[in-house]
């Protein structure tokens, strides 16, 4: 069996999400406080498990408590003796799958998202945003609608999840023209998100500006395990780079906020390379959908979709 870990991106997250877990299992307890202990100005675990200011979906407090959980989940499952062979995450969830292939430890991570959010929310401030979802069409025609908008607004693509589903974003007029101009010219649908910022277009610049001279502080080890990049949509491997050179993983990391997520490139190329089980590490089972999406349109049904987010899914789950 070939084995990916996926790690869940921001908007997934609940309040009470991982407190089951952090209640069943000692693993998941112990890596949970070593998170906490990273972040400084809240309480993580009463953000998580209760969310009593309703603040969670707020970038500043989503990134470390949605890190928080998917660390403590690898590290149940590294006791469990399950170990992937590839990892990827969707925007936020690579530097679960990073943590997971040992490029950096858990508390060196939680820091480094703490330290994300914060920059995220600054580069969105007083920008007047808004995401959305256009199902039905392809990436060159989402950009074209983009192209078309930019009249009243800068607005581009800035998800690409698979096939048929494209998410743009940027200043609110923007997008709403676009989603016009995408129902234009077929789309089956057009749905805004819940967000706070224009994430993974030319809006975060300054927070991946802010990134690059964060990273210089930190120390990257090579992954154990294949990993797969969002600003790739495939491994870290110069014969594949459009350039024909091996990218550093900070210049990965600093690109990622700006520049647009190819997660339905990432499944294809795991699914190509044989992959035939990924363990989705949520909360939620939008990854989960991801591939199935993905996989229909490659003609693959030899392969396992598994959605971790419970303590019961978690018992059941032996690899």
């Known amino acids: 069996m070939s084995r990916a870990f996926l790690y869940a991106g921001q908007g997934s997250q609940h309040a009470g999400m991982g407190k089951d877990l952090y209640e069943t299992f000692p693993e998941f307890r112990e890596a949970f406080e070593r998170a906490s202990a990273q972040v400084k100005g809240f309480d993580l675990k009463t953000v998580?498990?209760?969310?009593?200011?309703?603040?969670?979906?707020?970038?500043?407090?989503?990134?470390?408590?949605m890190t928080a959980f998917a660390v403590s989940m690898t590290e149940v499952l590294k006791h469990k003796g399950i170990l992937p062979q590839y990892t990827a995450g969707l925007s936020?969830?690579?530097?679960?799958?990073?943590?997971?292939?040992?490029?950096?430890?858990?508390e060196t991570t939680v820091r480094t998202v703490d330290f994300r959010g914060q920059a995220m929310a600054a580069a969105s401030h007083g920008i007047d945003c808004g995401m959305t979802?256009?199902?039905?069409?392809?990436?060159?025609?989402?950009?074209?609608?983009?192209?078309?908008?930019?009249?009243?607004?800068?607005v581009s693509v800035c998800n690409l999840n698979c096939p048929g589903q494209v998410v743009i974003g940027g200043e609110a007029a923007a997008v709403s023209k676009a989603s016009e101009l995408a129902a234009e010219a077929g789309a089956r649908r057009?749905?805004?998100?819940?967000?706070?910022?224009?994430?993974?277009?030319?809006?975060?610049?300054?927070?991946?500006?802010?990134?690059?001279?964060?990273?210089?502080?930190?120390?990257?080890?090579?992954?154990?395990?294949?990993?797969?990049?969002?600003?790739?949509?495939?491994?870290?491997?110069?014969?594949?780079?459009?350039?024909?050179?091996?990218w550093s993983i900070p210049e990965l990391l600093e690109l990622q906020v700006q520049w647009p997520v190819r997660m339905?490139?990432?499944?294809?190329?795991?699914?190509?390379?044989?992959?035939?089980?990924?363990?989705?590490?949520g909360p939620g089972k939008?990854?989960?959908?991801?591939?199935?999406?993905?996989?229909?349109?490659?003609?693959?049904?030899?392969?396992?979709?598994?959605?971790?987010?419970?303590?019961?899914?978690?018992?059941?789950?032996h690899g």
């Open 286 to 317: 939008t990854l989960a959908g991801f591939v199935r999406k993905t996989a229909k349109d490659m003609g693959i049904s030899t392969y396992e979709v598994v959605s971790l987010e419970t303590a019961e899914e978690l018992e059941r789950y």
């Open 190 to 246: 057009c749905i805004p998100l819940k967000v706070s910022g224009p994430f993974h277009t030319a809006f975060m610049k300054p927070a991946g500006d802010q990134l690059g001279a964060y990273f210089k502080e930190l120390s990257f080890r090579t992954p154990e395990c294949v990993v797969m990049y969002n600003v790739l949509g495939h491994e870290n491997d110069a014969r594949l780079n459009p350039d024909g050179r091996e």
């Open 92 to 106: 936020l969830g690579e530097y679960g799958a990073l943590e997971a292939a040992g490029v950096l430890d858990l």
């Open 48 to 65: 998580c498990f209760e969310d009593p200011e309703e603040i969670l979906h707020e970038t500043r407090y989503t990134q470390p408590c």
């Open 264 to 281: 339905e490139d990432c499944i294809r190329r795991m699914l190509t390379l044989g992959v035939d089980q990924f363990v989705e590490i």
């Open 133 to 154: 979802a256009i199902l039905g069409l392809t990436e060159d025609c989402a950009a074209a609608c983009c192209d078309r908008a930019k009249e009243v607004g800068r």
